[in-house]
């Protein structure tokens, strides 16, 4: 069992028995799931269930009081969210923090840039003429691959949720992470630019075959690019499988989904 334990989240990220107690409140309780690279997973469940708090565990924001987070292969369960960047994970949030006052380009810029620099403050003020070079190009690659390299001169705060999310998510990916952890990125979107946001999700994951952990509420984006789901309900582990099994589930439907819930496509 412990051999598994240590094949698991080696092409991607895993969590085995995750639990996670705020004094006499358990958040989380036993909650094991794996995302690969290359493929798009979901975790899913109604406000409160534990999802954030699971997404803070895996990116070191704070420890668990039990269980492991393994990262491509390695045990991450105590590392800083510095070392786990540097191992190739990246994150967002729903509330967006970007920098208004800046372009785009220098917005998707700052991914990179803080991956490169790590724990050093020393490199944040004292960049080299390669990394500047390595900067650049994994900007312009970014903001291509999820189209708003057009933006790339426009100030973020003069540009649409819409295209504020895809400006987040560039600067995520220009990290070069090769895990993404992605924390409700339609909020505030309507139908038209979630569908559109969902397109770009899925030609991100084939072009750069990375893995995209996603919790979200919009259950039609989840079902269209989704290829496994995770269901927790009050912290606890509920169900999982495909959008498919997911959507047949009586269990599922009766805790979240609700009988007419799931329908549509991103």
Known sequence: MAEKSKQRGL????????????GGLV?????????????????IGPNGA???????????????????VRLLGHDVTAASPEARA??????TFQRMELFDSLTVAANVRLGREA????????????????DNDEIS?????????????ALRDARVADLSTGQRRLVELARTVASGASMLLLD??????????????????RQLVAQRRVGVLLVEHDMALVMGVCAYLYVVDFGKP?????????????????????ADSVSGAA
């Open 11 to 22: 092409n991607g990220i895993a969590v085995d028995h995750l639990t996670v107690r705020y």
């Open 50 to 68: 534990g999802k954030t708090t699971m997404f803070n565990a895996c990116t070191g924001l704070l420890r668990p009081t039990k269980g492991t």
């Open 137 to 149: 190009d994994m900007a312009a690659e970014a903001m291509v691959l999820c189209e708003v390299e």
């Open 27 to 43: 958040a989380v309780d036993d909650v094991s799931l794996e995302a690969a690279v290359g493929s798009i997973t979901g975790l």
């Open 115 to 130: 991956r490169l620099a790590g724990r050093n403050p020393l490199r944040h003020l004292l960049g080299r003429a390669e």
């Open 86 to 91: 540097q191992l190739g994970l990246g994150r």
């Open 184 to 201: 409700e990125p339609s909020s505030g979107l309507d139908a038209v630019e979630t569908q559109w946001f969902g397109g770009i999700l």
């Open 238 to 258: 509920l169900f999982e499988g495909t959008p498919a099994d997911v959507s047949s589930s009586s269990v599922v439907r009766a805790a979240y989904l609700g």
